[in-house]
């Protein structure tokens, strides 16, 4: 059964604080997604890697950064958290043309920064 | 510039009748749609797709119709049953890149009882 992990289900964090958010997957997929959700406006990419030490800005990168070390991991980090970044994220990984092939979803880190 | 829409936020329908969600796309040149569902408290997980060389396509309780005139999809689900109380998204690739989707703002389904 694929699997896409995330390492918090529920976080909460102080303004400015360094925020990581980590995913695994054991699919040995080479391309990777980090998403940010928020009601009422779908899913909007905010970096993705198409292979170890890869990346990509999406649609809206300001304020992250991302990291990927290893084929199976990939780091979304918030450098000094705002409150305009509490969200719902969710990372993703899929084989070939992205775009073209199923996402498979982790089940998401809610995060909230006061 | 390229968006994926949506009808109506949500769709409330009765156990056991058909539903129907809408989505409309404006780049005429899109060759790929696809539709996620989405459960309460999990991620995104695929349901079906189609290229655009199709006007439908089938799978198990779920078809999925492209309008291309109109630019317009829909999927439809048969006898609609609790499990399906979700939220859907449809989402295309962005013209300009093999790996990124622009999705949809997404539909609410409520199942009455």
């Known amino acids: 059964d694929v699997k896409v992990t995330q390492s918090s289900r529920y976080l909460v964090k102080r303004t400015g604080e360094k925020v990581f958010l980590e995913c695994v997957q054991d699919?040995?997929?080479?391309?990777m997604f980090w998403y940010r959700q928020d009601p009422g406006l779908g899913l909007r990419l905010i970096y993705f890697s198409y292979d170890v030490k890869m990346k990509e800005k999406g649609d809206i990168p300001e304020g992250y950064s991302v990291s990927r070390e290893k084929k199976e991991r990939f780091s979304l980090i918030l450098e000094s958290a705002s409150t305009n970044q509490t969200s719902m994220y969710l990372c993703?990984?899929?084989f070939g043309q992205g775009a073209y092939n199923e996402q498979f979803f982790g089940p998401g880190t809610r995060l909230t920064v006061l | 510039g390229e968006s994926v829409g949506l009808h109506l936020p949500t769709l409330s329908v009765q156990e056991g009748d058909n539903s129907i969600i809408n989505c409309a796309y404006s780049?005429?040149?899109?060759?790929?749609f696809i539709w996620y569902k989405q459960e309460s408290g999990k991620g995104p997980q695929f349901i079906i797709d189609i290229r655009s060389n199709m006007d439908k396509r089938q799978g198990q309780r779920v078809t999925v119709l492209l309008n291309k005139t109109v630019k317009h999809l829909s999927l439809q689900i048969a006898a609609t049953q609790p499990g399906d109380s979700a939220v859907y998204f449809c989402?295309?690739?962005?013209?300009?890149?093999?790996?990124?989707?622009?999705w949809g703002a997404g539909t609410k389904l409520i199942i009455k009882p």
């Open positions: 780049n005429s040149a899109s060759d790929y």
């Open positions: 989402a295309e690739p962005r013209g300009d890149s093999n790996y990124q989707l622009i």
């Open positions: 993703a990984s899929s």
């Open positions: 699919m040995d997929h080479e391309n």
